[in-house]
């Protein structure tokens, strides 16, 4: 490194930190959360005092721990591992057996702790939400929560909205709103911050953004796995709770928000928390003309034949959850009034796709012939994966003597070379925990009203005799979520 960038470098390093991790043997912090801090030490931004503790029930010692977290982590780092750099990592790993339930194990993670004693410690908890309440019981009973401490939930934080509640009320009472992490990974993607920089860093669509100028706006989140042999907690979860209630509505919000006076954390918040109070409820008879659930069939995605859901390891044959949602959403405000939000996700779809498709109204009155449909005339597409995009699509003249339009698009693509330097998600999340920024993380009011909205959907569903709706693996969906935005004279981004 030059002397300039061992400045802009040590500028940007994270103060000395404890990370405990719990569920430490666990997929996510196997395939994200290790690689992650890992390409931060790699950017030189640990400082020199910094520790990772990886907790979990696995009886190993600490060479097997490091042994597992290297050969995980090279299936994970696209760029390999260099072995000086990670020998040299690998020094603040350790790792803890621990019971997460037996507060007399807790004395033995103070001990660990005070032999290298400092001052910010945050605890990461990758486990199963069931045992939140009980890991910050036991972290209080230890006197391990002091002021300086954060913990960090990761989703699906309950399963409903009184489950979420109780578990807010329990994990509160112990450590104060401020020191309260609940992760949403969507929102540290490099694209959700380029919207954030579209909307309230320029002045061009700001009078286009609203009522009168945009027609629609469509949020898709697809993918083309399947549940991976995670069948029997997906089974508990399904669509709507695993990606609507956090990504899609997290997307919305920050699609629909008010710019906020201030870049403050709860500046930002209070804007995204007034979306979701201001979302029109879908309950009771409305469920069932607003929103599709389906549930994939076996197929072929990629060109390999897949079973269908019931047949998936650890899935009742009879189970009616949802692997598929499409819906239709408004925003009863005076900026978004009468125009309708189309999202949709689901499991072994036709594409890798994440998407927000902002489309505007047409020209009053046509003057010129155009070689285009009325869906694909101006349009704005921010593609969130797999590659980070934006692009807005006009009508331009087609080369020629007659006066003929045609679509053309503008393209912001980031170059490699910036490619190179961007953040995963998870290592903006975990640097911005260690900061103690909190922006990009839910507030418990934010998480309650997202639930709010949630629950009657799936009570309507509960009610209904009606199964999910079959979709054959590696199409789009059921036909019945083109129907319902066909039903507005529109079709999703992407179909013919």
Known sequence: MTAAQITQASARRLPDFDLVLFGGTGDLAMRK????????????????????????RTNIERDEYLALVEENSRKYLPA???????????????????????????????????????????FFLSTAPALFTHVCRNLAAASLVTPE??????????????????????????FPERQIYRIDHYL????????????FGNALFEPLWR????????ITVSEQLGVEGRGAFYDQTGALRDMVQNHLLQLLCIMAMEPPAVDHPDAVRDEKLKVLRALRPLEGPTVASHVVRGQYRAGAVGGTPVVGYLEEQNVPPESTTETFVALKAHIDSWRWAGVPF?????????????????????????????????????????????????????????????MRLRPVELRLDMPETARASQLDAYER????????????????????????????????????????????????????????????????????
């Open 211 to 218: 009522r009168g100028r945009i027609r629609h706006v469509q």
């Open 188 to 199: 540290g993607k490099e694209a959700v911050q380029n919207l954030l920089a579209l909307r």
């Open 33 to 56: 959360l290790l690689p992650a801090l890992f390409r931060r030490y790699l950017a030189g931004q640990f400082p020199a005092r910094a520790r990772i503790l990886g907790i979990g």
């Open 342 to 402: 189309y999202l949709r996700t689901g499991k072994r779809l036709q594409e890798q796709v994440g998407e927000i498709v902002v489309y505007f109204e047409d020209v009053p009155y046509p003057i010129f012939e155009t070689a285009t449909s009325v869906n694909t005339a101006n349009r704005l597409v921010i593609s969130l994966q797999p590659r980070d995009s934006i692009t807005l699509t006009l009508l331009a003249k087609t080369p020629g003597e007659n």
């Open 80 to 122: 390999g591992l260099d072995a000086t750099r990670w020998t040299a990592f690998s020094r603040l790993l350790d790792y803890l057996q621990l019971d997460a339930t037996s507060a007399a194990d807790y004395s033995r993670l103070g001990a660990r702790l005070a032999a290298q004693p400092l001052p910010l410690r945050v």
């Open 149 to 174: 401490a954060r913990i960090v939930l990761e989703k699906p934080l309950g399963q409903d909205r009184g489950s979420a509640a109780d578990i807010n009320e329990q994990v509160g009472a112990l």
């Open 429 to 496: 999340l975990l640097s911005d925990v260690i900061k103690g920024r909190l922006t990009l993380f839910m507030r418990r009011d934010e998480l309650d009203a997202a639930w709010r909205w949630i629950d009657p959907i799936r009570d309507a569903w509960a009610q209904s005799d009606e199964r999910p709706r079959g979709y054959t693996a590696g199409s789009w969906g059921p036909a019945a979520a083109s129907a319902l935005i066909a039903r507005d004279n529109c079709t999703w981004n992407g179909e013919v």
